[in-house]
């Protein structure tokens, strides 16, 4: 696979990620967010939703803006960014499918964290053609 069309690759999955992402800052605190945390049985864990929905766009925005940041720290950055979502996705999945939800619900974050992973492979491949 060519340089040109890794680059491609890497910035369609990040650009659906963060597509995916930033417009939930803005619905957070809807009520269809609160209802979402109460199916999983989090009715008290406003702090948590808080702190997702916060997490997950700063998260795509240190992706994507990452390669303004010092060297020495860019990297490091990045794959906490990567991780972090990897996580919250991981803990999606899981608490779909121990509710027995339907198998769209299950494999909304199964499908954000392949998109994940392919931006996350596609990095580290323009990532290792500019150091060697």
Not at 11 to 19: G, H
Not at 58 to 77: D, R, T
Request: net charge positive.
């Amino acid at each position: 696979m060519s340089l040109k069309t890794t680059k491609i690759i890497y910035r369609v999955a990040t650009i659906a990620l963060a597509v995916f992402i930033l417009p939930g800052l803005f619905f957070m605190n809807s009520e269809m967010a609160i209802e979402g945390m109460k199916h999983v049985g989090l009715t008290d864990a406003i702090w948590l939703q808080q702190l997702l929905g916060y997490a997950s766009p700063l998260a795509i925005l240190a992706i994507i803006l990452g390669s303004f940041f010092p060297k020495v720290i860019k990297n490091h950055i990045k794959e906490w960014a990567y991780a972090g979502l990897a996580f919250i996705y991981i803990g999606a999945f899981w608490a779909h499918l121990q509710l027995g939800d339907t198998p769209a619900e299950i494999a909304m974050p199964i499908v954000t964290f392949i998109i994940l992973m392919v931006s996350h492979c596609m990095w580290h491949k323009i990532s290792n053609v500019k150091t060697a």
